[in-house]
């Protein structure tokens, strides 16, 4: 399935990623104020990109970039990737810079690290303050891309004994943030000796994350 990706960029140029058979697009992590170890899982990018080039036949650059929530580069990059454990602070440029990015065409993924979730819902409050964030349906079809979840979320690492939950911003109709919560993706993605997961956990994780990016890139 090959669908039209269009991201608008800096200064009113347009940049159109046309299926996975392209090599000029690039995932980008997300370094932001407050303290927070934006920093937490440096592999796990790293990792997905690999599964997704092997798995999905995508040509993503094997080199993720760095990019700060208020700077203009955020537009050269289709898929923002956030995580950590702490305290997150977006300045006012900074949220109006992420929501008119995402809703030029973007996408943030966010990874509960254990411990963001109690900095990140009112920052992205910032972003978005029309919107909530919902808890998506298991038939949502992030879930049922390549691979099929049929219960949603698989549960990588346990924090305090909840159910793995993703949530959702929509706007317009369209998912532009997806926050995998109790779940802990991220870790799943990084190299097997940081966590010392199993080798069907760490699948799982890596699969959900194609599907994720499948999504995003066929939307």
Same mark, same amino acid.
């Given at each position: 399935?090959?669908?039209?990706?269009?991201?608008?960029?800096?200064?009113?140029?347009?940049?159109?990623?046309?299926?996975?058979?392209?090599?000029? =697009?690039?995932?980008?992590?997300?370094?932001?104020?407050?303290?927070?170890?934006?920093?937490?899982?440096?592999?796990?990018?790293?990792?997905?990109?690999?599964?997704?080039?092997?798995?999905?036949?995508?040509?993503?650059?094997?080199?993720?970039?760095?990019?700060?929530?208020?700077?203009?580069?955020? =537009?050269?990059?289709?898929?923002?990737?956030?995580?950590?454990?702490?305290?997150?602070?977006?300045?006012?440029?900074?949220?109006?810079?992420?929501?008119?990015?995402?809703?030029?065409?973007?996408?943030?993924?966010?990874?509960?690290?254990?411990?963001?979730?109690?900095?990140?819902?009112?920052?992205?409050?910032?972003?978005?303050?029309?919107?909530?964030?919902?808890?998506?349906?298991?038939?949502?079809?992030?879930?049922?891309?390549?691979?099929?979840?049929?219960?949603?979320?698989?549960?990588?690492?346990?924090?305090?004994?909840?159910?793995?939950?993703?949530?959702?911003?929509?706007?317009?109709?369209?998912?532009?943030?997806?926050?995998?919560?109790?779940?802990?993706?991220?870790?799943?993605?990084?190299?097997?000796?940081?966590?010392?997961?199993?080798?069907?956990?760490?699948?799982?994780?890596?699969?959900?994350?194609?599907?994720?990016?499948?999504?995003?890139?066929?939307?």
């Amino acid at each position: 399935m090959i669908k039209r990706y269009c991201l608008l960029l800096a200064l009113g140029i347009t940049l159109c990623i046309t299926g996975f058979s392209q090599s000029t =697009y690039q995932v980008a992590l997300l370094k932001y104020n407050g303290g927070g170890d934006w920093y937490a899982n440096p592999t796990s990018l790293t990792n997905l990109i690999d599964f997704c080039n092997k798995n999905l036949k995508t040509s993503i650059n094997k080199e993720y970039a760095t990019v700060e929530v208020g700077s203009a580069e955020i =537009y050269n990059y289709p898929y923002l990737d956030a995580t950590g454990h702490g305290n997150v602070i977006f300045s006012d440029q900074e949220a109006l810079n992420l929501r008119n990015y995402l809703i030029a065409g973007g996408f943030l993924h966010i990874s509960d690290n254990y411990g963001i979730d109690k900095y990140i819902r009112p920052q992205m409050k910032k972003v978005f303050p029309e919107l909530e964030f919902v808890e998506l349906p298991f038939d949502f079809p992030i879930y049922h891309q390549i691979y099929n979840f049929p219960n949603g979320l698989p549960k990588i690492h346990e924090h305090d004994g909840k159910p793995p939950q993703g949530f959702g911003l929509i706007w317009e109709g369209r998912l532009v943030c997806f926050y995998d919560y109790e779940c802990d993706l991220g870790d799943g993605w990084e190299d097997t000796e940081v966590h010392k997961d199993s080798p069907e956990k760490r699948l799982k994780a890596l699969q959900m994350g194609a599907n994720i990016i499948q999504y995003v890139f066929t939307k």
